[in-house]
């Protein structure tokens, strides 16, 4: 037997399923098409093997395990919000030097004007949020394609970065909480009390939604298959916190390097807010539908003019966290910050995560594990001795991979009609 059944108050007969048929239905979703993130994470899986063995002394070490998580920030962040405008069917070509120029105005007002950094950082979310809302505007408002009107801001934020940097000008930063973001770590005690409450949390979520969805009678996931869900990520963290609160320093005597990198919240924060935003919101539900097919949305009563703007909105300020996070790390700013590979990687990491190119499909943690798989990469072939352009080389080609299983997938899918 695969599933068991119920009968409510009313009489009517619930069919509960089982561990063994959820497995079937999830293997079913997979040959129809329907792979989410499964092939980032085998392909995540099977990069960390192939740099673990080949420089098993460095790349697996606790102090390349952190750097990760503080190299790829910056393109994790941008990553998130392009994700929103990805499910549309868009493109933000613009959100890699959207992040400099707001890096630069916060370090213009931490270091040229001296303002505290409650001010600064607020400062460059909010010109975040006015470069997201002019794009949209652009796009929904004149129908200027979002190809167009990025590719243009792309272009005009260079120079708008140099201009603000007097042409070449580097500003360095010292306020110490502005660089402890980025730099610095939790301590061995926070870093495992914020790994115990992850994981309790995550278990209460789980156990809860079990328990409501049973008690009103609706279809839920087998409790094991909950089970293994929280077991899976217990697992996870705490494997991860017990590499990262070792002893990572070069030479402990002079400064003691260990704890969970005060990113790694930031990140697991924002995961979280938008993935709900997405996953249990109607405007989340809204931004899916106008992806799907924005005329059926339309006539169905939705804004999807407001629906288009926000998007770009959410991008521009995922993108200005982005630029406080590589400022922070880099402790300045300069007119390459957010430029060279920054937005190629970040669009890169989204679609390897698993967002659809063709809108309607994604989630904000396709983001997260693409960026990983970005880190791994440029990472794991620069501790291996390749040149900057074989890793361009290698990571195009992850990229081309990806789009193609989008592709296939979404073929596939549409023949079995699903």
Known sequence: MTTTTTTTAGGIQAVKPTVASHIRDYWGRVRGGDLGSLPAVLGLLVLALIFGVARSDTFLSALNFANLFTQGAQVVFIAMGLVFVLLLGEIDLSAGFASGVCGAVMAILLTNEGLPWYVAIPAAMLTGIVIGLVLGLLVAKLGIPSFVVTLAAFLGFQGVLLTMLKGGQNISITDEFVRSLNNDNLSVAWSWGLTIFAIAGYAAIQLNRFRSRNARNLIADPLGIVLLRIGGLAVLLIAATAVLTQERAINPAINSLKGVPIVVPIIAIAMIVWGFVLGRTTYGRHVYAVGGNAEAARRAGIAVDRIRIS????????????????????????????????????????????????????????????????????????????????????????????????????????????
């Open 311 to 418: 998007v770009f909105v959410i991008c521009s300020f995922m993108a200005s966290i982005g630029g406080i996070l590589v400022v922070s790390r880099a402790s300045s700013v300069d007119p390459n910050t957010g430029g060279s590979n920054i937005l190629l990687y970040s669009v890169g990491a989204a679609v390897i995560g698993g967002t659809s190119l063709f809108g309607g499909k994604g989630k904000v943690i396709n983001a997260v594990i693409g960026g990983a798989v970005i880190a791994v990469i440029d990472n794991g072939m620069g501790l291996m001795g390749f040149s900057s352009g074989q890793k361009y080389i290698f990571t195009g080609l992850v990229l081309l991979a990806a789009a193609s299983v989008d592709a296939l997938a979404r073929r596939r899918a549409s023949a079995s009609g699903s």
